[in-house]
């Protein structure tokens, strides 16, 4: 998180932390045989990542460099081991369980965005009573009752992205479609979305593009994400030596990032707050059966129901509503606008979804036995299920993952590493408190396991079965987007019925096309916290992705 803050806080905190800072070094079992970039002990490199004009840039380059294990420095030479080796992905996501911890500046600034909610839970105990809670609102049938809501949603989408094409258009005649930013678009109807299934909610994003909250949320990460000063990232590094008691009030620091991620809080924590007394109330009066089958309401229900000393508390329930507000529209927004960024490089693979959403189409009015996709009708899909899998293993939207030893452990590797001297190396021993980076999207364009052309963007991959994954990594298409193992995302089978329910609408009644070459539109995946779309020598006007959009005839 970029800031601004005064100088002599962090001095005085550095220089009190200074000898812990050795200490530890000095009785911890190193890692300075792995190979790494050069890096400076004040500075570190991990900062690099933030002032990429594209994510992976960087991860790729050093994985090609040095194998799928290298060595990077934090400020104040904490050593830092960057991962995309599979076995080691498996070994600590699947194996090792709650054995690696979020590190003290990750749930510093979870607990800054999200409050005390489930993406928080600085131990495994707290996080598994949350997700028990959680459960109940996340099963299939649970999630399979959305998909009305998420096509209802999709049409009004559909709606006014026409409209807005007319608006640019004016009074000229025109059959070539207008350059629109569907980003915007994605993420108000994604908002709006998870406004209904998950909170009973009416945001209005869609008709309003300025209510209260979609305003708190828009371009919140880039104002408060990009391109932090070392200043703030040597206070950052700090954080870990403090208590984590003093977790609260780092989020009352002065500064531009810091009071950004106030505002929203402060917005999205009143709104959740009257929406979780009202959902409580109506649960102590309406029987189960009829009670709202919305996330929070069923949340509310199982966490009424749970023994009282693992119940959530009422800080935690406004939280967690919170956090599903974000995670549930902004990740899905993006990947959406991610999808039709390649549709329109790519019109072969865009003419090949329309047409098998049109066959599916004639297919369910033949059958005659119900209107709209059901669940199952989109799942039996080939090409849209390839193209989401692609979508999310070419741009991860969460494209990192940062946890820290919670004991001594021996890492595994799938391939044998060469160390500083030369040595090839089949294991890595690590220490209790060793900082590991997961780099997702270096994973993603792994050749063994995506095939030779995996720098190459091609949801074909999938269809011809060319994934051929040795180590079972992540829990959907072996990708790591929705994480893996006892903390993977809840949420995932929501994010994928309501991408399958956008998209098929989107392309139904659109074509997208790239912008035209003379507005000289490049686009760049920005660090954002996550992977955002900024227009290069427009970086002022925030998150960005312009599409040339153009309606069909029936």
């Known amino acids: ?282 649960a102590k009066i309406v029987p189960v059966e009829k009670g709202k089958k919305d996330v929070m309401s069923v949340l509310v229900r199982a966490n009424l129901s749970e023994n009282p000393s693992l119940r959530l508390s009422k800080k935690e329930m406004v939280a967690q509503m919170g956090a599903l507000t974000f995670a549930g529209h902004e990740t899905t927004a993006n990947t959406l606008t991610w999808m039709l960024w390649e549709l329109a490089k790519h019109p072969e693979f865009q003419e090949m979804l329309r047409t098998e959403i049109r066959e599916k189409r004639e297919e369910v009015k033949a059958e005659g036995s119900h209107v709209d996709f059901s669940v199952d009708d989109l799942e039996s899909m080939p090409f849209l299920e390839a193209l989401i899998k692609e979508v999310m293993r070419f741009h991860p939207i969460i494209y990192q993952l940062i946890r820290i030893a919670g004991q001594d452990d021996t890492l595994p590797l799938s391939e044998p590493l060469l160390t500083v001297t030369g040595e090839a190396i089949d294991e890595i021993p690590i220490a209790k408190g060793q900082s590991i980076m997961f780099s997702i999207c270096a994973y993603n364009r792994i050749k063994k396991i995506w095939g030779e052309d995996a720098d190459e963007f091609n949801p074909m991959r999938f269809i011809e079965n060319r994934v051929e994954p040795e180590f079972k990594v992540g829990m959907y298409g072996n990708l790591m987007t929705f994480s893996a193992g006892l903390r993977s995302c809840i949420g995932w089978r929501f994010s994928l019925i309501e991408m399958q329910a956008v998209i098929t609408a989107l392309i139904e009644r659109f074509e997208f096309c790239l912008p035209p070459k003379e507005q000289g539109v490049e686009v760049l995946r920005k660090p954002l916290g996550i992977m955002g779309p900024m227009v290069k020598g427009r970086l002022d006007l925030g998150s960005l992705l312009p599409l040339n959009v153009k309606p069909l005839r029936a």
């Open 1 to 282: 998180m970029g800031s601004d803050i005064t100088p002599s806080l962090p001095v005085v905190i550095l220089v009190l932390v200074a000898a812990v800072i050795a200490y530890q070094r000095s009785s911890r079992c190193s890692v300075k045989h792995i190979r790494g970039p050069p890096v400076s002990f004040w500075r570190g490199n991990i900062r690099d990542f933030f002032y990429q004009d594209n994510v992976g840039d960087l991860d790729f380059k050093y994985a090609k460099d040095y194998g799928l294990v290298w060595r990077l420095g934090a400020p104040l030479g904490e050593d830092v081991l960057m991962i995309a080796d599979p076995k080691v992905l498996q070994h600590i996501f699947h194996k090792s369980g709650y054995n690696y911890l979020k590190n003290t500046e990750t749930l510093i600034k979870t607990n800054m965005l999200f409050g005390s909610s489930i993406l928080y839970t600085p131990s495994g105990r707290a996080h598994a009573r949350h997700r028990k809670v959680m459960n109940p609102a996340f099963s299939t049938s649970q999630l399979r009752s959305f998909l009305p809501l998420f096509q209802h949603s999709a049409d009004k989408l559909c709606h006014f992205l026409g409209l807005e094409v007319l608006r640019l258009q004016g009074d000229r005649a025109s059959t070539e479609g207008q350059v629109v930013a569907v980003n915007k678009w994605l993420s108000r109807a994604t908002l709006d979305i998870i406004g209904e299934t998950a909170l009973h909610y009416d945001f209005g994003s869609l008709e309003n593009s300025k209510s209260e909250v979609s305003e708190a949320y828009e371009n919140m990460f880039v104002e408060s994400r990009i391109n932090p000063s070392l200043l703030d990232a040597l206070f950052r590094a700090s954080w870990k030596y403090m208590p984590l008691l003093l977790v609260e009030f780092v989020q009352y620091l002065p500064g531009r990032a810091y009071s950004r991620v106030r505002k929203t809080r402060k917005i999205i924590d009143r709104v959740s707050g009257g929406l979780v007394d009202r959902a409580t109330e109506e």
